[in-house]
């Protein structure tokens, strides 16, 4: 889908609950370097379990509402110095246990290219993978024990390490056995199933990302 809007291409979210939803090829034809997800923005409800990928520059923007159990990836923005991934500029959102990579933003200077965040809340998420000078830029807000591609000032529990990703090149971003992700997350029990609705914890805590480590599991999406 394309529109001549900047914000909220694939999904305007601002009460209720998208779950389960494949967000998938929106884009803006007005980026500016305003752009407030050309995927989705979110100022409000909950986005659970949904695949949001290769929307145009951006992905999510995030003020209020929560998005959690997602898999955030493919976005590319070619200049204005814009985030890819999530930006949460203001408000009082809640990133859970999401996994962010593979977002690209060409001209970012800082990790931008992941997570952009100066407010709300991001805790257990994955955000590993995204653009060449790291996946975040983080300068307020609450920032706790994520996986994270290059290390941040703020927060605490943070990684910074390779989540084990099982076949990244397959589209599969499950954790393998022995991923630091595993057992080392926060407990939210609000986030109580993974993006395929598997249950959590399965072991002794929350796994970090979007997928809980299941023993011999594959799971391989097709971002069309």
């Not at 967000?23 to 034809?29: C, E, K, R």
Request: aromatic share 6%; proline share 3%; glycine share 16%.
């Amino acid at each position: 889908m394309a529109r001549n809007q900047p914000q909220g291409i694939g999904a305007y979210v601002t009460g209720g609950t998208l779950l389960a939803s494949r967000i998938v090829n929106n884009y803006s034809t007005v980026n500016t370097g305003d752009s407030r997800g050309d995927g989705l923005c979110v100022e409000g409800g909950t986005v659970d379990r949904c695949l949001i990928a290769t929307n145009g520059w951006t992905g999510v923007y995030l003020t209020n509402g929560a998005v959690k159990n997602s898999l955030i990836t493919g976005h590319h923005g070619m200049k204005h110095n814009i985030y890819s991934g999530v930006s949460m500029p203001s408000g009082t959102g809640k990133l859970y246990n999401c996994t962010i990579v593979g977002n690209v933003s060409d001209a970012a200077t800082d990790g931008r290219s992941g997570l952009q965040m100066a407010a709300g809340t991001a805790v257990n998420n994955i955000i590993y993978g995204n653009g060449s000078v790291g996946s975040c830029a983080i300068t307020g807000g609450t920032f706790n024990t994520n996986i994270i591609g290059n290390a941040v000032a703020i927060g605490v529990g943070n990684l910074e390490v390779d989540p084990k990703f099982k076949d990244a090149a397959a589209g599969d971003f499950s954790i393998k056995s022995g991923s630091t992700a595993v057992d080392a997350g926060a407990a939210l029990p609000e986030v109580d199933v993974d993006f395929d609705g598997v249950a959590r914890p399965q072991k002794n805590g929350w796994d970090i990302g979007c997928y809980e480590y299941v023993p011999g599991s594959t799971r391989t999406l097709s971002i069309s």
